[in-house]
T-cell receptor, first 113, second 111 residues
Framework: GAGVSQSPSNKVTEKGKDVELRCDPISGHTALYWYRQRLGQGLEFLIYFQGNSAPDKSGLPSDRFSAERTGESVSTLTIQRTQQEDSAVYLC???FGTGGGYTFGSGTRLTVV | GEDVEQSLFLSVREGDSSVINCTYTDSSSTYLYWYKQEPGAGLQLLTYIFSNMDMKQDQRLTVLLNKKDKHLSLRIADTQTGDSAIYFCAESRNQGGKLIFGQGTELSVKP
């Protein structure tokens, strides 16, 4: 597509439920990134996929968080047993290679009640 | 984000120049970026500079890089009310493609 597409744009879930967030990167972009932005905060790196290499998961805050990407296509970020502190905007970005700037999606606003 | 630091707020008058500053800690950073985030929107790449440059100009935007002091700045000339947003600086490190972001500087432009 023309840009990075994320869905849903908003998600309200009950504490303890699992959620899946989806990111559709720009076609041909080999790298895909997930970031979290809490209210009034900067961006916190979560995970990074580059082609078929093993993902860099160093930013995942706990084992409740996981992400998958098949090839160079769609990625899903899964949060299990959601907690209130998981409430944030989850941003996905993609890039062609690793040197240029990213293109960000509009994010998924997750609210855990 | 604690490795990249920015002041949190900046307020200017319309027509003035704005200078947003950023310091980073990793001398091996290859690229440094400025992103703009308007309310309720995603991040928009404004400009970036390669680490072997010390200045880059793009229309109203001027980026200055001082590698010795690990200091990056973004100057916006003739600031307009539409420039009101949060500005993030970010660095890219050699060992991976991930960007490390600062906390963001909220720019407020008063008419």
């Amino acid at each position: 597509g023309a840009g990075v597409s994320q869905s849903p744009s908003n998600k309200v879930t009950e504490k303890g439920k699992d959620v899946e967030l989806r990111c559709d990167p720009i076609s041909g972009h080999t790298a895909l990134y997930w970031y979290r932005q809490r209210l009034g905060q900067g961006l916190e790196f979560l995970i990074y996929f580059q082609g078929n290499s093993a993902p860099d998961k160093s930013g995942l805050p706990s084992d409740r968080f996981s992400a998958e990407r098949t090839g160079e296509s769609v990625s899903t970020l899964t949060i299990q047993r959601t907690q209130q502190e998981d409430s944030a905007v989850y941003l996905c970005a993609s890039s062609f290679g690793t040197g240029g700037g990213y293109t960000f999606g509009s994010g998924t606003r997750l609210t855990v009640v | 984000g604690e490795d990249v630091e920015q002041s949190l707020f900046l307020s200017v008058r319309e027509g003035d120049s704005s200078v947003i500053n950023c310091t980073y800690t990793d001398s091996s950073s290859t690229y440094l970026y400025w992103y703009k985030q308007e309310p309720g929107a995603g991040l928009q790449l404004l400009t970036y500079i390669f680490s072997n440059m010390d200045m880059k100009q793009d229309q109203r935007l001027t980026v200055l890089l001082n590698k010795k002091d690990k200091h990056l700045s973004l100057r916006i000339a003739d600031t307009q009310t539409g420039d009101s947003a949060i500005y993030f600086c970010a660095e890219s490190r050699n060992q991976g493609g991930k960007l490390i972001f600062g906390q963001g500087t909220e720019l407020s432009v008063k008419p």
